[in-house]
């Protein structure tokens, strides 16, 4: 099974190749091998009608216990013919629907990673798994959805369903932690097994929220089902596909497979009771306000979601029948009404039925197929789906909900009749409505999809108790996690059903002869639509915008100073606290010290002061230099030999670094208020005080033997290396070492990068760019203020003046070359005395000496 | 020495960080260059302080003769102070390039100009 | 940007270059008994051509080098990357320290290893890194 998946997978990443030799034909191809896979998951049918499941276990991370062992039972093989079985026809039906398409190859292995998601989803065993599954049909549909990618609408729609699935999704990872939490393992099936009785955990009522916040986000349930609507924007094998048997009904699949733990208790059956009857009302009321067919189909969906919802929340055996009845014939049905309809708009170019009619003769087979197929959404036998409502309307009339809720279901059961007669009948009889194009029947290939679907339903309606005791009954057997008895049939004699599906057929039809007139009245209820949840999930992402703008503006507000100073006083705060909090200090004075050690440590003190508190760049970096030196001082005499010279060859060449760079920028300016370097230095002082607390309880405190003794005993005998620091360096950690050269190395090339790699593209900007070396421009303070016009010119005219400067330099460097040693030796005393100066006179006086000296 | 060493250590932190918190560009690296001096200090002192014993072991001999000092601090430190100087490096180019384009050593300046 | 003429400055650099790099090919080679290696080897030697190059300037040192800094980069990691797989070949674990002394004509030993191969790369990237910085800036300064 695990190979079933990775073979999808496998098969997606080949495509690509497959349709560089194939091109149209490719569809076709790769449609022969999720026909392999149903053929393979309809040969396990004896197995599970015989109550028997199939494991293959497989070890992924075994060390977080997340596997990939794969079930089958009954629930998941339905699921699974679903898939590889509707997936069949929809590749076929893609192949024609796209024909020519530019994307044709995208759309297939974007279809087909999709496909192995939700294999791979239906089959886990493992709560991780089975969310990496569901978040990868997250994703994968996102793409799906935003096919038209030059779409705006396209663009937003994939959008809104990523967020409110992957939204949905989070709370569901944190209710699938609860829940192995709670019942010992992440295995599905040994939470099944254990004793532990979930429902009683205090945690129960926690992670159903969490649990069922993913499963009704992805299952469009009220009030989150806005964004399957929006979904229709894919091109129609999307829609058929994702909106019949996948991934809208994995939030259904998800909720079956956890009734066994979680379900039948009152708080289960009052939440999935009443959001499905929401959702139900909700969908079949929103279908019928629609002329567009899609999303005719799309609120249908809906609807039925709606309906599953409720069947799972009645926590009957009954009801589970129902459930698995009812889902079956959806996903039958609704596959081929939406193929169907895709066909309706490839031949005439529009999905409004109001502009649709009289196609009937024009094409034949969709219209039979239409019609059967809504006669199964209507619920007239002898369809599946009548079998499937008659046994909703019997769990639902025995079951433990109130009328308010039973009154909901017969509504919604009224409006899919109309519904059902405007799919079936507004387009293809009636008046002939002319059409901009010719119209003529759809290629076999995408017939072949509906044909197949419509007949399967006509079929397993004919001989219910067969699809029941093949593939319904031991998936309500899996859901309900006991044996049933029962058997599927067309005819249960006269009863209450019956006569409420009869009653909400008449009433249906009749209220589609009125549909206009309906839909009319219905206008009534816009603005109150134009609040809903849809309404509230833009406020929300505006409120999103809202709270970063905000959240920016406080802690993003790009003054370095301000972050800094943020990030030393946290550092100080959480440190110094966790420091006096768990340790004392002990200040050990009586120490034999030197007085030339004294001496060197006073020198590195003061200097350091120094620096902090010059005025001018040159005695910085001078007393830069005595730190420096200090330090090698300090470590020379401290047995770190190595560690001397390198600081003073370091030191050597970051004076020639500074000289090279450092005095090209602007001299020092005092610009900060007394109270401003009050509390500067009040942060800096705590610091100071804070890494003297750090030291002096490190030298106390010894966590654990330190790894210098091995290094030191090993040394010799088997690096044989006398210079143990450079031992560490080339043999012990030579690994950390390769990361540092690295590094340096990266430093360098950025450094290159930085001075040689210019992106100003500005006529004359590459001679100013590539000087990058230039004295300090005079810019006045309103230039951060001016227009971006203003800054081009002024840029301009600083190119121009720094062009006729080097000119002139160059001159008078060809002068001073050819002139004697004595005039260059005073060009360079006053080049020395320019660095005391403000450096933007420098270069003009340099210029000046020179000039002098021609 | 420790105690000593702790409190200079200390001074240079507090040195960096002021430098640091100045508006001036400039000052800013002065305080990189003062707070790697620092941290390098830190983990040589906090390691223990030996006088006149390098890691070095004699000719001939298979161990060193006596407490050494610890030489794992110094391989650290080594690479951090020749990675210290590439990272300045760095930080001096970049502040320089900055400087061309936004014309300000004012660190405050710069975050006004999303250029 | 530096001014010709100073007469000591030019006589010292052009002396110092090879006298400065043979000593640092030595502090490189004794580096894993004495105070020495990659890292100081290398600081020393670009110390070399940042006398040279301060007092003949970014072209002549390029010619002087004959070799791109950039190069010397790559060579040295490259040499530092090698290193890692001749214990690999042993069936050891990656950078396992693998030793082939050599008897020199003269009775003396000297000892090839992987470490040495590692502490050359070393050398040469600290070299190289630090010369293109260096010759980058000064390139700039002199346009």
């Known amino acids: 099974m695990q190979l079933s998946v990775l073979v999808i997978y496998l098969l997606a990443a080949l495509t690509p190749w497959l349709y560089s030799k194939q091109q149209a034909r490719t569809a076709n191809i790769l449609a022969l091998l999720p026909a392999a896979l149903t053929l393979w998951f309809a040969s396990h049918i004896p197995l599970i009608t015989s109550g028997g499941i199939l494991v293959h276990e497989y070890a992924w991370i075994p060390g977080l216990d997340i596997s990939l062992t794969m079930v089958l039972d009954g629930l998941s093989l339905m699921f699974a013919l679903l898939i590889c079985g509707i997936g069949t026809f929809i590749l076929l039906y893609a192949g024609s629907y796209l024909k020519g398409h530019k994307d044709l190859a995208r759309f297939l292995v974007t279809l087909l990673a999709f496909m192995g998601s939700m294999l791979g989803l239906i089959l886990a065993d493992n709560l991780i798994t089975l969310f990496v599954f569901w978040e990868l049909t997250s994703i994968t549909s996102y793409l799906l959805i935003g096919f038209k990618h030059e779409s705006a609408d396209a663009r937003k729609a994939a959008l809104q369903g990523l967020i409110v699935t992957v939204g949905g999704g989070l709370a569901l990872l944190a209710g699938l932690i609860m829940l192995a939490g709670a019942g010992g393992s992440y295995s599905l099936q040994e939470i099944f097994n254990s004793s532990e009785v979930l429902s009683e955990h205090p945690l129960y009522v926690g992670m159903m929220i969490c649990i069922l916040l993913g499963a009704f986000t992805k299952s469009a349930q009220f009030p989150f089902h806005f964004w399957l609507p929006n979904a229709m924007a894919a091109p129609t094998p999307v829609s058929a596909y994702l909106h019949s048997a996948t991934m809208v009904k994995a939030g259904i699949y998800l909720m079956a497979r956890l009734y066994p733990e979680l379900g039948g208790t009152e708080f289960w059956i009052n939440t999935l009771t009443s959001f499905g009857a929401l959702t139900m009302l909700t969908g079949a009321f929103m279908a019928v306000r629609s002329t567009d067919l899609k999303k005719l189909l799309a609120y249908s969906t809906v609807m039925a979601l709606g309906t599953l919802t409720l069947l799972l929340g009645l926590s009957t055996e009954l009801a589970m029948m129902a459930f698995a009845a009812y889902l079956l014939a959806h996903s039958l049905y609704k596959g081929a009404l939406f193929m169907l309809a895709g066909i309706v708009d490839h031949e005439t170019g529009t999905r409004d039925v109001t502009q649709l009619g009289g196609l009937r003769k024009l094409m034949p087979i969709t219209a039979i197929c239409t019609l059967i197929a809504a006669f199964s959404l209507a619920g007239l036998p002898p369809m599946f789906g009548f079998v499937a409502k008659e046994l909703l309307l019997e769990s639902l009339l025995k079951g433990p909900v109130g009328l308010l809720i039973i009154l909901m279901v017969i509504t919604s059961a009224i409006f899919v009749v109309v519904v059902a007669a405007v799919i079936a009948l507004k387009p293809f009889y009636g008046r002939f409505v002319p059409q901009a194009r010719t119209i003529h029947e759809a290629p076999k290939l995408m017939l072949a999809g509906p044909v197949v679907l419509t007949t399967l339903s006509l079929l397993a309606g004919l001989f219910p108790a067969v699809t029941g005791q093949l593939i319904t009954l031991p998936a309500s057997m899996a859901v309900a996690g006991q044996p049933i008895e029962g058997y599927l049939a067309l005819w249960h004699g006269i009863n209450l059903p019956l006569l409420l599906s009869i009653i909400s057929l008449a009433v249906g039809y009749g209220l589609y002869r009125y549909w206009d007139t309906l839909r009319d009245t219905l206008r009534i209820l816009n603005p109150i639509i134009e609040r809903g949840p849809e309404a509230g999930y833009f406020r929300f992402m505006q409120g999103i915008v809202i709270v970063s703008e905000w959240q920016t503006r406080v802690l993003q507000n790009g003054s370095m100073r301000n972050y800094l100073r943020t990030i030393i006083l946290t550092f100080v705060g959480v440190t110094g606290y966790t420091l006096l909090w768990r340790y004392q200090v002990h200040w050990n004075w009586d120490v034999s010290v030197y007085l030339h050690e004294i001496v060197v440590v006073l020198i590195l003190v003061s200097a350091a002061a120094a620096v902090s508190i010059t005025g001018s760049r040159l005695g910085a970096v001078a007393t830069m230099g005595s730190v420096g030196f200090s330090v090698a001082l300090i470590f020379i005499l401290f047995s770190a030999t190595d560690l001397g010279i390198t600081q003073i060859l370091v030191e050597t060449l970051t004076v020639i670094l500074l000289v090279l760079v450092l005095f090209r920028l602007p001299g020092f300016s005092s610009t900060s208020t007394p109270a401003e370097r009050g509390r500067d230095a009040f942060v800096a002082v705590l610091t100071g005080v804070l890494m003297t607390l750090l030291i002096m309880i490190t030298i106390d405190v010894q966590l654990f033997p330190s790894i210098s003794d091995y290094m030191i005993e090993n040394s010799q005998p088997l690096a044989y290396g006398r210079n143990i620091v450079n031992v560490i360096l080339v043999d012990y950690r030579a690994l950390d070492t390769l990361g540092e050269i690295f590094v340096l190395a990266l430093a360098a090339l950025g450094v290159y990068a930085m001075i040689k790699f210019r992106p100003d593209t500005q006529p004359g900007a590459n001679h100013y760019a590539g000087t990058l070396i230039l004295p300090p421009k005079q810019v006045p303070e309103k230039h951060l203020v001016l227009s971006l016009d203003e800054r081009k010119q002024i840029k301009e005219e600083q190119i121009r003046a720094e062009k006729l400067r080097i000119k002139a330099e160059a001159e008078a460097k060809i002068a001073t070359e050819t002139s004697s040693l004595t005039a260059s030796n005073s060009s360079n005393a006053t080049e020395d005395d320019s660095l005391n100066t403000t450096s933007s006179d420098e270069q003009s006086n340099n210029s000046e000496s020179n000039k002098g000296a021609q | ?115 | 940007m530096m001014k010709p003429g100073t007469l000591i400055l030019h006589v010292a650099a052009r002396f110092l270059v090879p006298l400065q790099l043979l000593f640092s090919v030595f502090l490189l080679l004794r580096g894993h008994n004495e105070p020495g290696g990659g890292f100081i080897a290398g600081l020393v030697a670009s110390g070399a051509f940042a006398l040279y190059l301060f007092t003949f300037g970014a072209v002549m040192t390029r010619d002087l080098m004959r070799i791109d800094p950039r190069n010397l980069i790559g060579i040295g990691l490259f040499l530092g990357m090698i290193s890692i797989f001749p214990a690999w070949f042993q069936g050891e674990a990656f950078l396992t320290s693998q030793w082939w002394p050599v008897m020199l004509p003269g009775g003396n030993e000297i000892k090839l290893s992987t470490p040495l191969i590692f502490d050359i790369g070393v050398y040469f990237t600290v070299f190289g890194s630090v010369m293109l910085m260096l010759v980058a800036l000064t390139e700039t300064e002199e346009r």
């Open chain 2, 1 to 115: 020495m420790e105690p000593i060493m702790a409190i200079a250590v200390g001074c240079l932190y507090a040195a960096a960080i002021y430098m640091m918190l100045r508006r001036s560009i400039v000052k800013l690296v002065i305080g990189l260059m003062l707070l790697s001096n620092a941290a390098n200090l830190l983990i040589f002192t906090s390691a223990g302080m030996t006088r006149g014993a390098p890691p070095l072991i004699p000719v001939g001999a298979m161990q060193p003769e006596g407490i050494i000092a610890d030489p794992l601090p110094q391989a650290l430190i080594l690479t951090a102070i020749v990675i210290a100087f590439g990272v300045l490096a760095f930080a001096v180019v970049l502040i320089h390039r900055a400087y061309n384009i936004i014309h300000t050593d004012n660190l405050d300046q710069m975050k006004d100009t999303d250029t």
